[in-house]
C-alpha cells in the first residue's frame, strides 16, 4: 500500500493569505496525484489532478506542484469559501487518501 | 451535468449485510471511460477507497475489503450497486458514490448516506 501523509493536520489563516498543504507519498507516484476540498456536510470535491491540473471552474489562486513523494498544494489568497478541509490521493497503485488537512479562519 | 445520488438503509445491524444503490442521472452509465465507485468516511474523517465497476462489468476492489465486497452494475436502470457483508461498528461511514475518470481521479461525487452498525 501506498501511505500519504498530510502536513500540518490543522491550519489557522486570515482571509487574503497564502497558504501551503503538503503531501508525502510513502513511495513515488509520479504525477498521479489528486486534491479535493470538502466543505462542512458536503462531498468532496476536485480541485487538481495530475498533480498540477486545475479542475474546470477551479479558481486560479489554486495550485499544485510536485513529484515522486512530495506534494504542495498552494492558495495564493484565501477567500472566505476557500476554509475547508483538504485531502490528497494517490492513483498510482490503487487509491489512498491522506488525512486531511483543515483550513480554519483565524 | 451528471449526477449521483446514493440510496439505502441509514441502520444496519452487526453480522448483517449492507447494501447501497447508485443512480446516475443526466447522463449515461455507459460513457466510456468512466468507472463508477464506492468511498466511504469515517467519522474520524478519513477517506477509504472501497472499489469500482466499468458498465462492462469489469471490477477491481480495495484488497483490505476483496472478500466482503461486490459492486454490480444494472445498465437498464442505469444504476450501479455495493453489497458490504459481515458488517462491524468499524463500518459505520458516510458511504459515496463517485465517478473514476479513466481510473485516475475522482471527479463527480454522490451527496453521500450515512450507515451506522448498530444493534
Known amino acids: 500500500d501506498i501511505q500519504m501523509t498530510q502536513s500540518p493536520s490543522s491550519l489557522s489563516a486570515s482571509v487574503g493569505d497564502r497558504v501551503t498543504i503538503s503531501c508525502r507519498a510513502s513511495?513515488?507516484?509520479?504525477?498521479?496525484l489528486a486534491w479535493y476540498q470538502q466543505r462542512p456536510g458536503t462531498a468532496p470535491q476536485l480541485l487538481i489532478y495530475?498533480?498540477?491540473t486545475l479542475n474546470s471552474g477551479v479558481p486560479s489562486r489554486f495550485r499544485g506542484s510536485g513529484f515522486g513523494t512530495e506534494f504542495t498544494l498552494t492558495i495564493s489568497s484565501l477567500q472566505p469559501d476557500d476554509f475547508a478541509t483538504y485531502y490528497c490521493?494517490?492513483?498510482?497503485?490503487?487509491?489512498?487518501f491522506g488525512q486531511g488537512t483543515k483550513l480554519e479562519l483565524k | 451535468q451528471v449526477q449521483l445520488q446514493e440510496s439505502g438503509p441509514g441502520l444496519v445491524k452487526p453480522s448483517q449485510t449492507l447494501s447501497l444503490t447508485c443512480s446516475v442521472s443526466?447522463?449515461?452509465?455507459?460513457?466510456?471511460?468512466?468507472?463508477w465507485s464506492w468511498i466511504r468516511q469515517f467519522p474520524g474523517k478519513g477517506l477509504e477507497w472501497i472499489g469500482y465497476?466499468?458498465?462492462?462489468?469489469?471490477?477491481d476492489y480495495n484488497p483490505s475489503l476483496r472478500s466482503r465486497v461486490t459492486i454490480s452494475v444494472d445498465t437498464s436502470k442505469n444504476q450501479f450497486s455495493l453489497t458490504l457483508t459481515s458488517l462491524t461498528a468499524a463500518d459505520t461511514a458516510i458511504y459515496y458514490c463517485?465517478?473514476?475518470?479513466?481510473?485516475?481521479?475522482?471527479?463527480?461525487w454522490g451527496q453521500g448516506t450515512l450507515v451506522t452498525v448498530s444493534s
Open positions: 463517485a465517478n473514476c475518470r479513466e481510473t485516475n481521479w475522482f471527479d463527480l
Open positions: 443526466f447522463g449515461s452509465i455507459n460513457t466510456g471511460g468512466y468507472y
Open positions: 465497476i466499468h458498465h462492462s462489468g469489469s471490477a
Open positions: 513511495r513515488s507516484i509520479s504525477s498521479w
Open positions: 495530475k498533480a498540477s
Open positions: 490521493q494517490q492513483y498510482q497503485s490503487s487509491y489512498t
